[in-house]
């Protein structure tokens, strides 16, 4: 203890200056290094990005950090080395650190400015590597510091007339603004370290260092600005889903209609928050009623939008709901010309639980199949696909529809869906398939809404949807059980 006191009493007032510069300095250069091995990391970690400004900022920052940590004798220390190969390290480092600072500001001007930047990229690269030769041969080593000096001034200089010139003559963003004050700052900084070694000032510390780390604050602002703002119109996107989603929700059945002698199971899972399916019914009374089910092409609130669309069409087309070819053709009429990008499929059926009969038509959907069984309680017979298809909604103005009429038996069943059930695949691309779904109802003795349940379970197992896997599309289901007579 006596010895330390001794040694701390020993210490000079210009001591006790210079070992604050040395450990201000290594403050500085861990902070640096720090932020750009973190700047590294955050671009390796988005890889698929092309945008090369991160990659040139860090690795400018972790070569300006580990030139001004070998600066101080106190990381010099650490290391067995001698001096000679920590004046070589600074040597190649001062040679070329420029060239990673130009690169960087050359993804952030304006594109005129792109070219003249290039030129003195080229220059950097061609002064460094002569000068690197130059103090290696001790060939005209003082008039390349020199040299060197005066071209980091220069290029200092131009960044300043960059960044007054763009304010005089463009309105720019704030984000612009903040980085090339950040820039112009840490420019007079090395501009007065420059004229230092010229002996122009009488200053002998070298101060640069505090101008980068104020060109890197403005830059930490700048991307805490950014993410502060991106987080913003998340949540505002994430707020407007929320409305698009109710707004869908509103737009399909809260129930389904419950008529004597016959069983409706719908279900619906979209595959994000709004998706493209559409189901809904016209009920024309206690022994009729029509069922539509649509796929729009693609999804998300543009496929939302157009299903909407089809939801006032179809209310419209209650005057002919027994003819399933003159509500397509109607459907197909309203949504002509109204999108360039999108289609619809579609399948209507019209029930007449009087006469038992079902009159099917579709729009290039996938085919209905009817299950057919003796009464509800024995296995079934097999079923088979159904097909009326004509062109696709929204595509062809003239284009015209069939339908056709099935006669049925009590205990049918009748399933209509989407393609999202076919092409759910599992974790081999693998989709699940007309054959698969035909065996699965041939299998099932459930009522309608416990057979629409089972075959869901069924695909979350088949696609691995349980275990965290996306689901491939949108899936709407519908299963109609014509009940026998009590």
């Not at 903040?178 to 501009?191: K, N, Q, R, Y």
């Not at 994430?238 to 069983?263: D, F, H, M, T």
């Not at 056709?404 to 759910?424: A, H, N």
């Not at 779904?437 to 099932?444: E, I, V």
Request: hydrophobic content about 50%.
């Amino acid at each position: 203890m006596p010895l330390v006191l001794a040694l701390a009493l020993d210490i000079t007032p210009s001591m006790r200056s210079e070992l604050r510069w040395e450990v201000a300095g290594v403050a500085i250069g861990f902070v640096l290094l720090s932020i750009g091995l973190a700047s590294m990391a955050l671009f390796l970690f988005r890889r698929r990005s092309s945008d090369l400004t991160l990659v040139y900022f860090s690795s400018f920052g972790i070569l300006y950090a580990v030139r001004l940590l070998f600066w101080q004798s106190i990381i010099r220390s650490l290391f067995p080395a001698r001096n000679v190969v920590f004046n070589r390290i600074d040597l190649v480092i001062d040679c070329f650190v420029p060239v990673t600072f130009t690169l960087f500001i050359l993804q952030i001007v304006e594109p005129r400015w792109k070219n003249a930047l290039r030129w003195v990229i080229a220059a950097q690269l061609a002064f460094g590597a002569t000068r690197l030769m130059s103090t290696l041969l001790h060939i005209g080593e003082k008039a390349m510091s020199l040299g060197n000096n005066i071209f980091v001034i220069g290029a200092c200089a131009l960044v300043g007339v960059y960044y007054v010139y763009g304010r005089r003559v463009r309105g720019t963003s704030r984000e612009v603004k903040i980085t090339f004050a950040g820039v112009a700052i840490f420019a007079v900084f090395a501009i007065a370290t420059n004229l230092q070694d010229l002996k122009l000032l009488p200053y002998d510390r070298n101060i640069e260092p505090i101008g980068f780390l104020i060109f890197v604050c403005c830059l930490g602002y700048l991307a805490a600005h950014r993410t502060l703002a991106k987080e913003e119109r998340l949540l505002a996107i994430n707020k407007e889903l929320e409305i698009a989603n109710q707004i869908q929700s509103s737009i399909l059945p809260r129930e389904v209609p419950q008529l004597a002698g016959l069983e409706i199971a719908a279900r619906y899972v979209p595959m994000s928050a709004v998706a493209g399916d559409f189901y809904d019914f016209l009920v024309l009374d206690e022994r009729h009623i029509g069922i539509l089910v649509a796929d729009v092409t693609g999804h998300g609130v543009p496929a939302a939008l157009i299903a909407s669309m089809l939801k006032v069409a179809f209310a419209g087309q209650t005057a002919h709901a027994e003819d399933p070819a003159s509500v397509l053709a109607g459907l197909n009429r309203a949504l002509c010309g109204k999108f360039e990008e999108h289609f619809v499929t579609a399948a209507y059926v019209f029930v007449d639980l009087e006469k038992l009969v079902l009159r099917y038509g579709g729009a290039g959907h996938p085919p209905l199949l009817l299950a057919s069984r003796g009464n509800a309680h024995t296995r079934h017979c097999g079923s088979r696909e159904v097909e009326a298809n004509g062109l696709m909604l929204g595509l062809f103005p003239e284009a015209t529809y069939s339908s056709l009429e099935i006669q049925l038996d009590p205990g049918d069943r009748i399933v209509l869906y989407t393609d999202g059930i076919l092409e759910s695949m599992n974790p081999e691309r693998e989709e699940f398939g007309k054959s698969r779904l035909k065996n699965f109802l041939d299998a099932s003795a459930f009522s309608a809404s416990h057979l629409a349940d089972a075959l869901l379970v069924e695909l979350r197992r088949w696609s691995a949807t349980d275990l965290g896997r996306a689901q491939d599309d949108d899936i709407t289901l519908l299963v109609l059980d014509f009940l026998p007579s009590p």
